[in-house]
């Protein structure tokens, strides 16, 4: 029977939660790891429908802060067969939020609710206080009814969320400059007690727009702000294909190995991999 246990780890490069897993059964079993939080059951990023051998250690780098997390083994097969597992409830004791690459975690940026040294990023006054909840409406007219019918489709996510951050210092400001560079998809985890709307603890955001404006360094200083509009969007999937070509495979589908070395001439180790045999 499998076992989950989960632990807070509050140290670089940024809080997440440790997961180990234990009791799967020597040999390949097919598991989602899910995570529960804020009433939501949603599959830890990389872990859905993915292979484990008897034991693993997963890190959640996006695991909500400061609220209650569980995590749910789902084993879809295995030595053991079907079977599901709880873990115990984390909390992160997080003092500050979060500004990470939803591909690249460790590429992260501390942010916090209100100045509190020069070497702290916060969020502006109005931040988290208007958002936009779209839906998809059709009008259609009715030949004879002054009344149209209106076609409604789900009400989306918050749209228009402002993340807008200042920098205080240039180490900061270099690493929010390099964030916003690498990546439009950011993944922002908030406080529980921030502004006067409930966010879910894990945000995956959008950003097709940063704007950085420096405020006082005419004057000498170092203040920055980052004007971050985004939109709450689905979590990156990430599926890769690849075909595994051997020697043996060589061997059979050419009479010698000059013949493959002539077909893969002039071209690249990646062109050998798209395109093995050549042509």
Known sequence: MAVVTAEALMDSPADRAGITITGLGVGTSLVTLWQIADGNRIPVQGFEASTMN????VTDHFCPLGRDVRYELEVLSGPLGASRATS????LPSVVGWIQDA???QNSVPVVGQRRSDGDIYLRAQALQSLEYNADISIFK????KKPM???GERMAEMGLDTSVGTRSGEQNARLKKLLKSTAQLVFRPLPEWGE???????YLANAKARQTPVNVMMGG???WWDLVSDVVEAPAIKVLTSTFTYGDVDILMS???QKQDLMAGKTYLDDLKNPIGG
């Open 197 to 203: 709307v409930e966010l879910e603890g894990t945000l």
């Open 256 to 258: 010698t190995y000059q």
């Open 54 to 57: 008897d034991a693993a250690y």
């Open 150 to 152: 209106a076609l409604f």
């Open 142 to 145: 009715i030949m004879g009814s």
């Open 103 to 105: 591909l690249v975690p």
């Open 88 to 91: 115990n409830t984390v909390v």
């Open 222 to 224: 170092k203040v920055t």
